[in-house]
Structures are given as structure tokens and as C-alpha cells.
T-cell receptor, first 112, second 111 residues
């Protein structure tokens, strides 16, 4: 298996622009997680899905953030409009039945 | 909220020495997991220890769990420069809920 795939790996955008991050979980996994990592705040869970259904989005910082999982093999995290404080590394992870999580390589987002 | 807290925040050792990292958590757990993160990469699962286990080994890794003290330790024996990374503990609350990660221990192994 190729593991969790994220795209793009790097994104540089200007404040106010829309940003879409993409994730393909490991085939057969039924849970998907979106995290944000910064030096100041560490690793934060933004939202997670079980069987394509959003379960808890309490970690989503603002209404500017939204996530979807239209099917078992694809998820997106969208920021609209983006702000400089959104600069971080965004990770997607998947797991099977709540066991160990497998992380993607991350998307490094820079908002100028 | 339930959270694992690693100690120390940073650790620097010579190659060949053992490295010990500790994790404390707040409430009852089903299992505790340790992850490693190399600079600029995603986290990688190392080992999972269940609440009814006291010790587990995987290669040069040894994990202990003391549920009475709500703590765990990760021992890396005969460390190598390639072990340089950040190490996180993570605990899932009971039920089908996601992991909560600590802030990690940054380990530097000097050749």
C-alpha cells in the first residue's frame, strides 16, 4: 500500500485566498483525521470522520475551515479565506477501528 | 481534556547510550501508543501497549505502563544517530474516540 497520500506537499498563498488540502487514506481504513501542527501549539486534532461521517469538528478553529469526505478514499480540508496565522503543517491520518494511526507526509502551508 | 504529557521536553545523548522518555496522562485508557516524528515528516506509529499490559518490547524499544500512576515510559536502547526525532505518546479515551497527543520529547543522538 502507498500509505496515506496528501497533496500538495507545499502550498504558498496570499492572505484571503482559498486553500484546499487533499488526502487519500489507506484503503480499507474507516477513520480519517485532520491535524494541524505548529511550534507553538503542537499537534492539534481539527476534525475526524468515521465511515465518511464527520464525528467531531470541535477542533476546527473557525468557520473559515471546512472538511469533507465524499467517499471512503478521499477527503478535503478547505480554508476560505486564508490568514497568515493558518500557516502550519497539516497532516491527514487514517486508521482501522480506532487502532494505530497512519500519517501522511503533511502539507506545509504558508500564508503571506 | 485527557492528554499525554511527555517528559523531558528535550533530551540529548551520545550514540550508544540509552534514552528514556516518560508520559503521564489524566484518565483511564484502553491503550497508550508511542509515535516518532522525524523532522519535516509525518508521525510514525512505534508501539501500542494495552491497559492490561505492563511491558512490551519491539526491537530496541521497551515500553512500560503503570496504570496506577497513569504513566508510561519509552526506553530506546543502544541509541543511534538515526533515532534523532521527536517522540509522542498518545492516548485514546475509552470508546471510539481519537487519540490525544502530547507535545513530544525531542531526542538528539550525537554521533
Amino acid at each position: 500500500d502507498a500509505g496515506v497520500i496528501q497533496s500538495p506537499r507545499h502550498e504558498v498563498t496570499e492572505m484571503g485566498q482559498e486553500v484546499t488540502l487533499r488526502c487519500k487514506p489507506i484503503s480499507g481504513h474507516n477513520s480519517l483525521f485532520w491535524y494541524r501542527q505548529t511550534m507553538m501549539r503542537g499537534l492539534e486534532l481539527l476534525i475526524y470522520f468515521n465511515n465518511n461521517v464527520p464525528i467531531d469538528d470541535s477542533g476546527m478553529p473557525e468557520d473559515r475551515f471546512s472538511a469533507k469526505m465524499p467517499n471512503a478514499s478521499f477527503s478535503t480540508l478547505k480554508i476560505q479565506p486564508s490568514e497568515p496565522r493558518d500557516s502550519a503543517v497539516y497532516f491527514c491520518a487514517s486508521s482501522l477501528m480506532g487502532n494505530e494511526q497512519y500519517f501522511g507526509p503533511g502539507t506545509r502551508l504558508t500564508v503571506t | 481534556s485527557q492528554q499525554g504529557e511527555e517528559d523531558p521536553q528535550a533530551l540529548s545523548i551520545q550514540e550508544g547510550e540509552n534514552a528514556t522518555m516518560n508520559c503521564s496522562y489524566k484518565t483511564s485508557i484502553n491503550n497508550l501508543q508511542w509515535y516518532r516524528q522525524n523532522s519535516g515528516r509525518g508521525l510514525v506509529h512505534l508501539i501500542l501497549i494495552r491497559s492490561n499490559e505492563r511491558e512490551k518490547h519491539s526491537g530496541r524499544l521497551r515500553v512500560t505502563l503503570d496504570t496506577s500512576k497513569k504513566s508510561s515510559s519509552l526506553l530506546i536502547t543502544a541509541s543511534r544517530a538515526a533515532d534523532t526525532a521527536s517522540y509522542f505518546c498518545a492516548t485514546p479515551p475509552r470508546g471510539n474516540t481519537p487519540l490525544v497527543f502530547g507535545k513530544g520529547t525531542r531526542l538528539s543522538v550525537i554521533a
